[in-house]
């Protein structure tokens, strides 16, 4: 396991000073962005689409890795990889058993490929892919909304994944990550962090992404 990196949820930043935020970020040292799609229908909630993704896109050369919360996501790979996305990740339950043909999809464009599941829906659905993908995510909340308070059961699949995946995948956990529950999930095997709200909610991003830092060293 590698030294954990925290991505910046930027669903909570404010896109009114898209360029503001980015320049904040990178003066925080961070070292890729975490950008949330989604379309109404695989999850309650409607955020943005590939224009968005291609503006962070002009205004930073940092990875973009992005999280389709989308129905059928098969349709979209290609344009969200002309958008500028390095790392597409989708979900399980919306890809079905279209999961592992979108991930070669998605790596035969050159993208990182990344499959995620839900809370309540059981480690094993992702096992098929460790070798597959370059990447899983955990989720901690139910997908749709920033700001929601971490389910513990991520813990329990991060070291299942932990175990039994080649050391090369990378694992990352979404949702409810802050200064009290960030520990925990490093400890678990987690290398990549989103975090939004705790964040986002404080003036300093580099002071707060320190803190997050220090907290989340396992010991
Ligand atoms: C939730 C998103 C998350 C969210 C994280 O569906 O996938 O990336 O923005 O935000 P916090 O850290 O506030 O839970
Ligand atoms: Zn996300």
């Not at 003036?203 to 997050?212: H, K, R, V, W």
């Amino acid at each position: 396991q590698q030294a954990p990196v925290i991505l910046p949820s930027v669903l909570s930043s404010d896109f009114s000073d898209m360029r503001g935020e980015v320049e904040k970020l990178e003066a925080a040292g961070v070292q890729a962005l975490h950008l949330d799609v989604m379309d109404g229908n695989f999850v309650p909630n409607l955020t943005y689409g590939m224009p968005i993704v291609a503006a962070f896109r002009k205004l930073t050369e940092l990875p973009l890795d992005v999280h389709l919360m989308i129905e059928n996501p098969e349709r979209y790979i290609r344009q969200f990889y002309e958008a500028g996305a390095d790392i597409i990740t989708i979900h399980e339950e919306a890809a079905g058993s279209d999961t592992g043909k979108i991930l070669e999809e998605i790596k035969s464009l050159g993208c990182g490929a990344g499959v995620t599941i839900n809370p309540d829906i059981p480690v094993e659905r992702v096992l098929p892919f460790v070798d597959k993908a370059d990447l899983i995510l955990i989720m901690s909340v139910n997908a749709g909304f920033g700001g929601q308070a971490f389910n513990p059961v991520a813990l329990e699949k991060l070291k299942t994944l932990r175990e039994v995946a080649p050391p090369e995948l990378l694992l990352e956990v979404d949702g409810g990550v802050n200064l009290e529950t960030v520990q925990a999930c490093t400890e678990a095997g987690a290398d990549l962090l989103v975090i939004g709200s705790a964040i986002f909610n404080q003036s300093d991003y580099g002071a707060a992404i320190d803190e997050l830092y220090r907290t989340a060293q396992v010991s």
